[in-house]
């Protein structure tokens, strides 16, 4: 079993950063690619970026590519996702996700574990 416990969402003007960070316990992180999803209000679960077991793998949602950055610390067990230049579109629930494997896939139908998430909300 994995548990992922996200943080460092709140409240931010256009234009501005936040950093999110996720926490994991359970099995080894080492193993698994990581994970970032979000979900608006009324829309399906969305991805936004992925990094693989090593960090040598990441893939990103074109609405973000530029803006956001993700990386991992497995010494701390942890993943982040820097995210600047943030919009109001970008508001929504962030969720970290886990999978066991080398491929960092989009679909959140091929993550196992996920985290409760954090609310981001960006005003204009």
């Known amino acids: 079993q994995v548990q992922l ?3 460092g969402g709140g409240l931010v003007q256009a234009g501005g950063s936040l950093r999110l ?5 359970g099995r080894s992180f080492r193993n698994f690619t ?8 009324g829309k ?3 991805f936004v970026a992925a990094i693989s077991w090593s960090g040598g793998g990441t893939n990103y949602a074109d609405s973000v590519k530029g803006r956001f950055t993700i ?6 067990n942890t993943v982040y996702v820097q ?3 943030l919009k109001p579109e970008d508001t929504a629930v962030y969720y970290c996700a886990a999978r066991s494997g080398m491929a960092v896939p989009t679909s959140p139908d091929n993550y196992a574990f996920w985290g409760q998430g954090t609310q981001v909300t960006v005003s204009s």
């Open 5 to 7: 416990v996200e943080s």
């Open 34 to 41: 990581m994970a970032w999803f979000r979900q608006a209000p």
């Open 71 to 76: 990386s991992r610390d497995n010494a701390k």
């Open 83 to 85: 995210m600047n230049s």
């Open 21 to 25: 960070s996720c926490a994991t316990s």
């Open 44 to 46: 399906e679960r969305e």
